[in-house]
């Protein structure tokens, strides 16, 4: 799930919405291949026939209705997957897990657990900073790594809402394929479901100012059983 140097693809995906994207992004790559094949092929088909093949263009009916609706039915095939894809992951379910509030502050995010939809908790909020270089323990990813991770449940559907302090942020966990936009004055919602346990990161996504770059997300999937008891400990510490 964490990227590493030099990588050119998607890395792990942990939700279906990143699935779903990863594969749209590896079928808009095999058509773009294509086509670079097949104009490839034809451009060198022309140049060689310079002088001798010219004649076959002069009128030629078939070819040009062919060239007309071919790239037309080629991007219908890459539209068609891509607005499923958008209205899809705007879908809400009936009922999720729970709710957290994400509040964007320069330069931290801010979890508010206010709402419960499945049992009765103490609403409870805290600030999440990143890690400075001289704090980090060995094997935690630089730029990365906050001091407090928000904690949610895997394998059921949580609502995130974003809301912002003072200027527009981006809160975003490609691994899951969601981002939403964290306004002043406005909320947005995402709908988002970890198909495992661990840790997700991601980044502010908003140009926000001068530490935009050190406003790191880092998630941590339990079960929905340990996130009960977390949610109440953590009600009772912070609330
Ligand atoms: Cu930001």
Known sequence: MLPHFNQVLFSGVSGK?????????????AVATLILVLVFY??????????????LYKEHKPLETAWTVLPMLLLIWIALPSLYLLYSHDETPKKVFT??????????????????????????????FMVQDPD????????????????????V?????????DVIHS???????????????????????????GISWGMCSEICGDAHAYMPIEV?????????KWSQEAAEKIG
């Open 171 to 197: 809160w975003t966990l490609p691994s899951l394929g969601v981002k939403a936009d964290a306004l002043p004055g406005r909320m947005n919602q995402l709908i988002l479901c970890s198909l495992k346990p």
């Open 17 to 29: 919405k990143g699935m779903q994207l990863a594969c749209l992004f590896d079928h808009i790559c």
């Open 136 to 155: 980090l323990k060995y094997g935690s990813p630089r730029l990365l790594t906050v001091d407090k991770p928000l904690v949610l449940p895997y394998k």
């Open 42 to 55: 034809w451009a060198v088909v022309v140049l060689q026939k310079r002088f001798s093949g010219h004649l």
């Open 99 to 128: 709710t957290v509030k994400v509040i964007g502050h320069q330069w931290y995010w801010e979890y508010e657990y206010s709402t419960w939809e499945i049992f009765k908790g103490e609403a409870f909020s805290f600030d999440s």
């Open 157 to 165: 559907p949580v609502r995130i809402l974003t809301t912002s302090a």
């Open 220 to 228: 941590e999937f339990i079960s929905p059983e340990d996130f009960i």
